[in-house]
């Protein structure tokens, strides 16, 4: 039986320039999507996946992402006065308790692979998850609590992977099959970014990964890949055909990529319209303005 997956480390260090201008004082991972922010949807995917320490790497101006999780006396006092209960109950998903978050700073920007690199020393020798808070995913059970799970039956490495277009796979890193065994696949190669029309096939991976620790030792070599970064792509790849293996897990569930403006305004509506009290409101107006388009044209 594996050891028990109980870190996660969140890269969270990007300057989030596809947000401009808000994201010159706000960091990208705390906007709201509807009323919670992107980092939020991140944590608690991880705590109802078993995980106990949270480990995140930052960067210059992450400030109020590190304050969102600290406890808020005041706030907290003026609810419990005015007996607003309901509130203080949601307040609670947001504190972390002492010393089961960490902060890395990453100083340059050299990549995925160099930002799970930075935390290698909180590590260890245990197995851990990475997540990425731009890729929010609305599952009845969550992503990483179902790759977890497919962790325990299998050991080594898990990488989520959904089907993309193949006009679109040149975006991602992409799985090369060698069994495909249903909502387990198992890798003989990944490629990051393939050119168009060289993909190994249309399944690609997402942020949501279990790694051992041989994938930080690979990561020690500071090897440079597609766009001149630290890939942790290559890293997981140089473990194809050793001894733990590389398998993409088909999760069930619906990504949303929060990093770009169109998949963060979709992941709004989608996530609006699974809120009883927001549903009816925001039905009728999107009803309207199809409407409004339709006697447009």
């Known amino acids: 039986m594996p050891k028990k997956v109980t870190k996660a480390i969140f890269p969270v260090a990007g300057l989030g320039t596809r947000f401009l201008p808000a994201t010159k004082s706000v960091p990208k991972e705390i906007m709201t999507l509807v009323d919670r922010p992107l ?17 995140f790497v930052t960067s210059r101006g992450k400030g109020a992402l590190e304050d969102y999780f600290d406890h808020a006396p005041t706030l907290e006092q003026e609810l ?61 059970t969550p992503c990483l609590q179902q790759m977890v799970e497919a962790y325990d039956e299998t050991g080594g490495n898990i990488v989520a992977a959904m089907e993309v277009p193949q006009e679109r796979a040149s975006s991602y890193g992409v799985l090369d ?13 990944m490629v990051e970014k393939p050119e168009p029309g060289k993909e190994p096939s249309n399944l690609a991976v997402i942020g949501r990964y279990i790694l051992t620790t041989k ?82 044209e």
């Open 177 to 189: 099959i060698k069994n495909d065994m249903g909502q387990l696949v198992e890798a003989k190669g």
């Open 215 to 296: 994938v930080l030792r690979s990561l020690n070599q500071m090897k440079s890949g597609a766009g001149g970064e630290i890939q942790l792509t290559d890293a997981i790849a140089s473990e194809i055909g050793g001894e733990d293996g590389v398998y993409g897990f088909r999760f069930r569930g619906q990504r949303f990529d929060c990093g770009s403006k169109s998949g963060f305004l979709q992941a709004t509506v989608a996530f609006g319209l699974a809120r009883d009290e927001l549903r009816d409101d925001l039905l009728g107006y999107i009803r309207d303005v199809v409407q409004m388009d339709k006697a447009a």
């Open 80 to 140: 419990r006065k005015k007996g607003k209960d309901q509130l203080l109950e949601t307040l609670k998903d947001t504190n972390m308790e002492s010393g089961a978050i960490a902060y890395i700073r990453q100083h340059k920007a050299l990549g995925l692979g160099h930002a799970v690199w930075c935390a290698r020393r909180l590590i260890g020798n245990e197995p851990f998850a990475v997540i990425l808070p731009d890729d929010v995913i609305a599952a009845d």
């Open 39 to 55: 980092i939020q949807y991140a944590i608690d995917e991880a705590r109802a996946a078993g995980i106990k320490e949270f480990i």
